[in-house]
């Protein structure tokens, strides 16, 4: 029997296979790529909402250990918060700015020193604040405006407010200008912040014992833990919370640019929150124990770095020179704080009007918007 002879395609059938199978693998390599970009953002959620998450507890660990610190060294509960707390949770922003401005090669690199160095104290001065408010909110049982008032000296607190803004309005007047021995005025900035721990030290409250310490978390059945057991536990939460606030920084810029954000919104909205992270979540937890008094020293005292020590290094290694949005951000950070200031100053400090301070990062969240897409 004669074999059936094969059926030769046409040219226009040859052309159809060929589109479709090239349509297909298209198709599925789209798919896949859909699939990886998914992937890609679930993971950074999960590290996103991870880090947040060991943040958090890492400082339940440092707010015991640093309270314990301040103990053994019989200081008041505003200079444990205004010096020990706020140096110690301070140093993951100020890296920020020391391996930006010291270790950038482009003027794109350095300016993120310099916006971190404006991002930092803005964040404090509004969305720090507007949490501890909402936080003794939350804890009086939403019935704020019948106990206007907060647990604090705030006098004293008026007192570093007074000082961050003599700062903050000399540091943003250098942003104006430019000569020849500028660098020179960061040496001022140092020694202002050592001025200021050496008056926050001679003229601390009474001691921590008046506070309730909970016992020191690494040794719970021990009474009275020594000072290196207190260190340890310290030491070894800020290295946690740095470690983590790096992956936190990192997942949030990630998000920023998923979510379209231009670089300079990233700069100056998403990175300062991340950096401040461990500042809010320390004045959460002591807001939770009740202890008003610390979670206000530490914003106050690591506003006081932020203003300094930051700013020092933008002087000392790049021009220092501020454009529309920085400014903004200094002014508005000044609106804020001349607020503040002011209760502060009149002892009328009230639980709404801390909460209201949020209200100025959202005018400035509105202006980068409107900024960077006019």
């Known amino acids: 029997m004669q074999a059936a002879c094969p059926r030769m395609e046409q040219p226009g059938e040859t052309f159809g296979r060929i589109a479709f199978t090239l349509a297909g693998r298209a198709a599925m390599s789209r798919h896949g790529y859909l699939l990886v970009r998914l992937a890609y953002m679930l993971l950074t959620l999960f590290l996103f909402f991870l880090s947040a998450a060991v943040i958090y507890f890492a400082c339940e660990f440092f707010v015991n250990g640093v309270e314990w610190v301040g103990h053994r060294f019989q200081l008041g509960a505003t200079a444990t ?4 707390a706020a140096f110690g949770t301070a140093l993951p922003e100020s890296a920020v700015t020391f391996m930006a401005v010291v270790f950038g090669t482009s003027p794109e690199q350095k300016d993120i020193g310099v916006g971190a160095a404006m991002g930092g104290p803005l964040v404090l001065a509004t969305l720090a604040y507007a949490v501890v408010g909402l936080a003794l909110w939350r804890r009086r049982n939403g019935q704020a405006a019948g106990v206007p008032c907060i647990n604090a000296d705030q006098q004293r607190l008026a007192r570093d407010q007074a000082w961050f803004m003599g700062i903050f309005v000399a540091k943003v007047g250098l942003g104006l200008l430019a000569f020849a021995w500028k660098p020179w005025l960061g040496l001022l900035f140092l020694g202002t912040y050592a001025l200021y721990v050496k008056r926050e030290l001679s003229r601390d409250d009474e001691c921590l014992d008046c ?3 909970e016992p020191l ?3 719970p059945r021990d009474e009275d833990p020594s000072m290196g057991w207190a260190v340890t536990q310290t030491v070894l ?4 919370i740095a470690g983590a606030s790096r992956v936190f920084v990192n ?3 990630l998000l920023g640019v998923a979510m379209g954000a231009s ?3 990233a700069a100056l909205l998403l990175a300062p929150v991340a950096t401040e992270l461990p500042e809010i979540m320390n004045a959460l937890i002591w807001v939770r124990q009740g202890k008003e008094r610390l979670a206000l020293a530490n914003i106050s005292g690591a506003m006081m770095i932020q203003a300094t020590i930051p700013s020092a290094l933008g002087i000392f290694l790049t021009p220092w020179l501020l454009d529309g949005p920085l400014l903004t951000a200094g002014f508005v950070t000044m609106f804020s704080i001349g607020m503040l200031w002011l209760r502060f100053r009149r002892a009328g400090m009230s639980v709404p009007a801390l909460s209201a301070a949020g ?3 959202a005018l400035f969240a509105v202006y ?3 900024h960077f897409h006019a």
Not at 237 to 240: C, E, F, K, N, Y
């Open 211 to 213: 506070e309730d310490l």
């Open 217 to 219: 978390k690494l040794r």
């Open 359 to 361: 209200g100025f990062y």
């Open 251 to 253: 997942q949030i810029e």
């Open 263 to 265: 670089p300079h919104v």
């Open 368 to 370: 980068l918007g409107w």
């Open 81 to 84: 918060g205004t010096v020990l």
């Open 237 to 240: 939460a800020l290295l946690v």
